[in-house]
């Protein structure tokens, strides 16, 4: 081989080991990116699982204290539901949200306005109770019922939300709600 030819063989391997560089460079960093999407959904669902935990934790906690204490005293505030087990407690709802709460209002959990709650009422989903016992695939079902600008909504932590507005866990919803706002994590 001469000089020039042995010249030009050395700058078409140089191209080609630049051209594989960049593209397993580009496959590399394209699969960090989507490995770290992963685990931030990965991370939501196990922050909303928590919160459950959490909310369950609670009501075991009153459960007990209530068991342990033999006097009850009335207090004119609370408001008593239908439901025996239930005790809505107007003023610790509106100092924590610092306005007042209306009972059973679904518009409180984080992604149901009016139109989303009517979708639940024609379902016969009317209070926190029902709608912490509805699966999420049945809420997606009651969102897809009102047509395809319902279906921007993600219903996974509404009925989670719904258990800690029926059992009364306002700060712990609140601060949820406050983390999560509008739907974005």
């Known amino acids: 081989m ?60 009153k459960r007990l204290d209530s068991n342990h204490t033999k006097s009850f005293k009335f207090d004119s505030k609370i408001k008593f539901s239908k439901n025996e087990d239930f005790i809505f407690h107007v003023n610790e709802a509106k100092a924590i949200y610092g306005k007042s709460i209306k009972e059973n209002d679904l518009k409180l959990i984080e992604g149901i306005g009016p139109k989303i709650e009517e979708l639940f009422h024609n379902f016969n989903i009317k209070t ?13 079902e ?28 306002w700060e712990q919803l609140f601060d949820w709600q406050e983390k999560h706002k509008a739907g974005k994590y």
């Open 2 to 61: 001469d000089l020039l030819s042995s010249t030009i063989w050395y700058w078409v391997i140089l191209a080609v080991t630049g051209i594989v560089s960049g593209v397993l460079g580009y496959v590399f960093g394209k699969s960090d990116t989507s490995s770290s999407s992963d685990k931030s959904i990965e991370l939501n669902i196990l922050e909303i699982e928590n919160a459950k935990l959490k909310s369950d934790l609670d009501t075991c906690r």
């Open 142 to 169: 009651v969102l897809d019922s009102g047509g395809s600008r319902y279906r921007i909504h993600d219903p996974a932590s509404w009925p989670m939300q719904a258990k800690m507005a029926y059992e009364g866990h």
């Open 128 to 140: 926190w109770k029902s709608l912490s016992e509805t699966p999420v695939d049945k809420c997606q």
